[in-house]
């Protein structure tokens, strides 16, 4: 069975400094993963998403995250975060064929000035 | 153009009555999905409508939870006798197609209080 595992649940970090949100998946089969973002009082929203060729994919809003095979992860990254970057940060990892979306627990980023 | 829409917003309920949810998907989208994010927990999966094919009910907790969908259109999630684990967000999701590839696009929910 598929799963995601997030390990840190909340991320306090200062604005424009670096962060990283970390994701691992557990799949036997090639999988599609995701990064969806919950703003304050908002639904989710998708932030990106690999599904097949370069293993590093970007936002519009400067994060990025890289598919790594070999450790069966997908971290997020940004190199400056912002005050408005403040949200949850939910992973997912979903099969070829599958229907629903496997995803991890969620990563609260705090942004502080 | 609109969203995927999702009525109530809230919903109170004392424990043991039935509870009716609404999703209103994005207009030609034949994928739906229905997802519960309890508090402090990541979402998990419920159920999912692809066209008239027969539902994927492998996420449902118990039998007291059921949903319906006409065509490709309104879906309805109902829960019966609720109890108070029944409490979370309810959040309906869709897809243009089935399948992997596809971005599910999200509600914002229906936050659930079982008393």
């Known amino acids: 069975a598929q799963s995601v595992t997030q390990l840190d649940s909340q991320v306090p970090v200062f604005e424009e400094a670096p962060v990283e949100l970390r994701c691992n998946y557990s799949s036997s089969v090639s999988v599609y993963l995701f990064w969806y973002v919950q703003y304050p009082n908002q639904g989710l929203q998708l932030l990106l998403k690999y599904l097949s060729g370069s293993t590093l994919v970007e936002s519009i809003n400067g994060f990025e995250a890289e598919f790594n095979k070999s450790q069966t992860s997908f971290h997020l990254r940004k190199p400056s975060v912002h005050i408005s970057d403040t949200a949850e940060y939910f992973c997912?990892?979903?099969?070829?064929?599958?229907?629903?979306?496997?995803f991890g627990k969620g990563t609260k980023l705090s942004v502080k000035p | 153009g609109a969203g995927v829409s999702q009525s109530p917003s809230n919903k109170v309920t004392e424990k043991g009555k039935d509870v009716e949810l609404r999703c209103d998907p994005i207009?030609?989208?034949?994928?739906l999905y229905w997802y519960r994010q309890r508090l402090g927990q990541g979402l998990e999966f419920l159920i999912y409508?692809?066209?008239?094919?027969?539902?994927?009910k492998s996420g449902l907790p118990s039998d007291r939870f059921s949903a319906e969908r006409t065509g490709e259109s309104v879906s309805t999630l109902t829960i019966q006798r609720t109890q108070q684990e029944d409490s979370a967000v309810y959040l309906c999701?869709?897809?243009?197609?089935?399948?992997?590839?596809?971005?599910?696009?999200f509600g914002p929910g229906t936050r659930l209080l079982v008393l």
């Open positions: 997912a990892v979903r099969g070829g064929s599958q229907g629903n979306l496997i």
């Open positions: 999701a869709s897809s243009p197609r089935a399948g992997g590839r596809e971005t599910q696009y």
């Open positions: 409508f692809q066209g008239n094919s027969a539902p994927d």
């Open positions: 207009s030609g989208h034949t994928a």
